[in-house]
């Protein structure tokens, strides 16, 4: 059984910074993708940035030079650093693993106040 977890969440001012974590664990298959993605009130999910096991990323065109993945060192780990945050970056932040099926995460709410 694999888990998915994150943290990191919180309520910051536009412009601010967040750092978001995930980690899994379980009988996790390598090689594999972790990402994030987010929904907004009313809105679908959307992916924000996805890094494979060997490192390529991927970003969506709204958070272009403003978010970082990275993976971290502990195996199955990935951050989001989030900066220069906007009122639209509010969402309900979701991480995924995908290796033979997808697992999320519960979800952490990261509200940017105008």
């Known amino acids: 059984q694999v888990h998915v977890v994150e943290s990191g969440g919180g309520l910051v001012q536009a412009g601010g910074s967040l750092r978001l974590s995930c980690a899994a664990s379980?009988?996790?298959?390598?090689?594999?993708?972790m990402g994030w993605y987010r929904q907004a009130p009313g809105k679908q999910r959307e992916l924000v940035a996805i890094?494979?096991?060997?490192?390529?990323?991927s970003y969506a065109d709204s958070v272009k030079g403003r978010f970082t993945i990275s993976r971290g060192n502990a195996k199955n780990t990935v951050y989001l650093q989030m900066n220069s945050l906007k009122f639209e970056d509010t969402a309900v932040y979701y991480c995924?693993?995908?290796?033979?099926?997808?697992?999320w995460g519960q979800g952490t709410q990261v509200t940017v106040s105008s």
């Open positions: 995924k693993l995908l290796d033979r099926r997808a697992y």
């Open positions: 379980g009988n996790i298959f390598s090689p594999n993708v």
């Open positions: 890094i494979t096991t060997g490192g390529t990323i």
